[in-house]
């Protein structure tokens, strides 16, 4: 009895390991933020409106996807279980100053950075569909997106704030909806080239750019400007996918 059991979980992990393989899939590309909303300052515990700021923008995009691709016994569809990591970064803080203030208001007031790091991971299901004798295969699915804002530090200075002052950018954590769709061409065996359409549909309804300022003589005190929206992004990557 004991044999048999040994032979027959061989026998699953056998199948198993057969029809599951691992890969990796570099890629590069950019994404456009989406991310307007009415503006708050809260300075000191003093609110203000700020109108209508649109934070939007392009920025490069560089990513990595490591997942595996379960195969079932038609020939024409595949399971790609993938967790997908990439980073880009764009200046949040700057783009909706200029927009709300006018365009180079930013830096005539004196500030330079805060720029925002976004470490982005997407638990993608690809559904992948295998159209025989062609080489193109479509894709698509919806996952799970997790997203990290760093927002760096600003430096301010005359003409509105002392000569080294600092704006301190604060860390927000977004969680969204991952749309994405696309199509992987098989070119050689276990490389396959491949482009990628995603969009990013985010949950929370505000973002957090900055927590604070400190100027030489003045010490340090609450300074958050917020937009009432979060953002959002359309990614276009392209990349080449390679089976272990």
Request: glycine share 14%; net charge negative; hydrophobic share 40%.
């Amino acid at each position: 009895m004991r044999k048999f059991v040994f032979t027959a979980l061989l026998l699953c992990l056998g199948v198993s390991s057969a029809m599951a393989q691992l890969y990796v899939s570099p890629q590069i590309g950019f994404k456009v933020y989406g991310m307007s909303g009415a503006t708050t300052a809260n300075i000191g515990g003093q609110v203000s409106q700020m109108g209508i700021s649109d934070a939007g923008g392009t920025a490069f995009n560089v990513g990595v996807g490591l997942g595996y691709d379960l195969k079932f016994p038609t020939p024409i569809y595949r399971l790609d279980l993938e967790g997908n990591l990439s980073w880009s970064a764009i200046n949040f803080l700057q783009n909706a100053w200029d927009n709300n203030q006018g365009a180079g208001s930013f830096a005539a007031a004196g500030y330079s950075g805060g720029g925002a790091h976004i470490f982005s991971l997407d638990l993608m299901p690809i559904h992948r569909f295998i159209i025989p004798g062609f080489f193109v295969s479509p894709y698509g699915g919806i996952g799970l997106a997790l997203n990290l804002f760093d927002n760096t530090n600003a430096t301010g200075g005359p003409p509105d704030n002392p000569a080294g002052t600092v704006l301190t950018g604060a860390t927000d954590f977004q969680v969204g909806l991952s749309i994405f769709y696309g199509a992987y061409f098989d070119v050689l065996p276990g490389i396959e080239p491949f482009i990628q359409f995603k969009h990013l549909i985010p949950f929370s309804g505000s973002y957090q750019m900055t927590s604070s300022a400190t100027a030489p003589g003045n010490g340090t005190e609450p300074v958050v400007f917020t937009i009432q929206n979060a953002p959002g992004y359309f990614n276009l990557d392209a990349g080449v996918r390679f089976d272990f």
